[in-house]
């Protein structure tokens, strides 16, 4: 039996009270993992630590460095918002320790090219949580996909409407933003695009704009146009200005036309359509996948299983600036009107970032 691997969880308020919650509890009960000391820039948030995981007053810290100095860790757990991911992650390979973290890598695409070049040079360990697409009814879809058993995918249509119009219905920061539905929202869109089509991203083409009756500073509505590696193509609506929510957050509607069927993926079930319309037509319920656990809980176990010597999980850094780069060239495209070549803006990011 290997020794639990101890780890240093930044960020106890918010989301990650989710993870105090949700996750970590399930993972040292286990035996895989064990706190070695908690951060968060507001103490208040300690009893947090304290009363789900345990975590002595003496080893929760408002000093960063201090807490990674103090307490040697495998592993750093960074829950907090992305402009901050990349200091904890600096402290994280100062300290010779591998990361676990939530999405994005950072907030700009220079920012998450810096991250991907220290933690590759450093030859350590990333992965990064986007936990949406590995949900029970988006696992469910992709792995009917990938079967083949409907024949090859042409293409996909994906859908993610709400109405959040009034100030704050969404968190009151994301109506100060520039891009808050592709950033804060359409970055897991992206990435069940990649995980759906089996590939990533050739070129996307991005319109976003704001109806007079929007309350967000920055664009909150979205059409966009991908065409991946491999021919696939996708079409995608995202809003937050609508009138009603026809697919909101873990409800949302994907459609993959296959040479042989189409699945229809809406409101968490999945339907199999096959023939002409009428008599002729066929629909069958496919039955959604079952294990233990999905989304973070499942990402954690995943990642800690790699770190004693298993397989390489989905969501490394490694593959994961892939969807960085999609988002980003989304933004750039949304910002200049033009379709952006994907892997060559993420060449240059990279080259930029040394």
Known sequence: MMEPKR??????????????????????????????ACVDTNPDTFQNAQRLLGIPPERCYTDAAEAFRDNPADFVIIVVPPAWHERYVDLALEHGMDILCEKPIADTMEGCARVYRKVTSAGRKMMVTMSHRFDQDKQTLQRAIHSREYGELDYLIGRNTWMCRAYGTWGAFRYEMQDPLLIEGTVHHFDIMRSLAGSNARTVYAATWNPAWSEFKGDAQALVTVVMENGVRILYEGAKNNASCLNGWARDYWRAECRDATLVLDNRRLLEIRGAVGVDSVTREIPLAQ???????????????????????????????????LLFAAVRSAHTGQAVDVQEFLRESLETAG
């Open 291 to 325: 294990q233990e656990v999905w989304m973070n809980p499942w990402l954690a176990e995943m990642f800690v299983n790699w770190l004693n010597g298993g397989p390489e999980p989905p969501c490394t850094v490694q593959d994961n600036i892939q969807c960085c780069a």
């Open 7 to 36: 780890f240093i969880q930044v960020g106890l308020g918010g989301w990650g009270l989710y993870w105090l919650r949700e996750v970590l509890p399930r993972l040292c009960s286990a035996g895989l993992a064990a706190p070695a």
